[in-house]
C-alpha cells in the first residue's frame, strides 16, 4: 500500500526551518547591496549548480518505477525545458538574467565565457558532486525512493529559494533605467514563482507517495531529502563565507 501523500507533504515542509533555507547567505542577498565581486560570486557558483537541474530531473524520471510517477516527473522535465521553447529554458532564462545583471554592475558587457571561467568554490564543486551521487543510476547502493526523496528536496526549497532571490534581486533596480525594464529581466523569477514551482512542489508529491510502497521505501525517501537539504545549506554556507572573505574595500556595485 503506498504511502499517504499527506506524510510526504509533511516530510516536505520540514525544509522551511531548515539551514539550505536560513543561512548567512539568504541574510546578507535580502538585507544589503553587495559590491560586484560578491555578486559575480554568488552567480558563478548559483549558474554553476542550477544550469544542471533538468539534467537531475531527467535521471529521476530514469529511476522511477510506476507510469504514474513518470508522467509527474515528465511534467516538470517539460516545464524546466521551456515547454518545448529552447529560449524559455529556465537554464536559458536563468543564463540572460545573470549576464544581464552582471553587465549592468560591471558597467561592460559581461560573457558566459567570463562567469564559466572563474574557479568554483569547493562547497559548490562538492555540492555538484554529491547530487551526482544522489540521482546517478545504481550509484552508492540507493534504492529508487531515495532519488525521488532528492527531487522532493530539491522541488520543495526551489520555490521559497526563488522568492528570497527575486526579492534580493531588488536590490539592484537601481541599475535599471526604470521599474518595467527591470521586471522585464526578471523573467527567470517571474515563471518560476508565479507557476512553475508551485507545480513541481506538487508534482514531486505525487511521483514520491506513488512510488513509496513500503515503509522500507519511505524510508529511502527521507534520507535522499534529508541529504539534499544538508548539502544545500553547505552550499549557500560556502557562498556565504566566500562573499564576505572579499576585500572589504571594493567597490560597491
Known sequence: ???TKTKVESLAQTVFSHG????????????ETLTFAEVEIFARNYWART???ATMVALSLLRAKTLQARVEIVKNLYSELGGGDVHKAHSALLQRYLLDLLSRLAKRPYSLQEL???PLLASTQLFIDEQDALYAPHGLGR???HVLGALLAQEWL???MLTRLYEGARNYQYAYKHNDEFHEHCEYFHIHIGEAEKEHKVQAVEAAAVECCTQ?????LCVGFNRFLAITEHYWQGIAVAMAETPALAVRA
Do not use: C, H, K, P
Open 216 to 220: 522500507e521505501d519511505f524510508a529511502g
Open 143 to 145: 534504492s529508487e525512493s
Open 20 to 31: 539550505a533555507l536560513n543561512n548567512g547567505f539568504y541574510q546578507r542577498w535580502l538585507n
Open 1 to 3: 500500500m503506498n504511502i
Open 158 to 160: 526551489a520555490y521559497s
Open 116 to 118: 564559466e571561467a572563474g
Open 51 to 53: 544550469r544542471r537541474t
